[in-house]
């Protein structure tokens, strides 16, 4: 038991390696003020995620310091393992 969790957290600290810092970019739709149409969700971060770095993630191990409803770029940070967190930027620009 002890070496299969010793191996996930080995994978998990790859993934965390493959993403930590990095930029994820995320195109949206807005008004007229710049205000997006809905908001910019965990499940299209995660979406981004595997189609940017090839890192398949839960969107709820994804959590946001604040909702994302604007362009701009946020921080996100990414629960791999109880001890391995991956902290991440997410830039939503216009469609």
Avoid: W
Wanted: proline residues 2%; positive net charge; aromatic residues 6%.
């Amino acid at each position: 038991k002890e070496y299969h969790e010793e191996v996930q957290r080995k994978a998990c600290e790859d993934m965390q390696a493959k993403m930590e810092g990095k930029v994820i970019e995320l195109k949206a739709k807005a008004g007229q003020n710049g205000k997006l149409f809905g908001s910019v969700t965990p499940k299209e971060i995660a979406k981004a995620l595997k189609a940017q770095f090839g890192v398949d993630v839960e969107k709820r191990k994804i959590t946001l310091d604040t909702e994302i409803k604007a362009f701009g770029t946020y921080n996100a940070e990414v629960k791999l393992h109880p001890v391995v967190t991956a902290k991440i930027k997410v830039q939503v620009t216009e469609e």
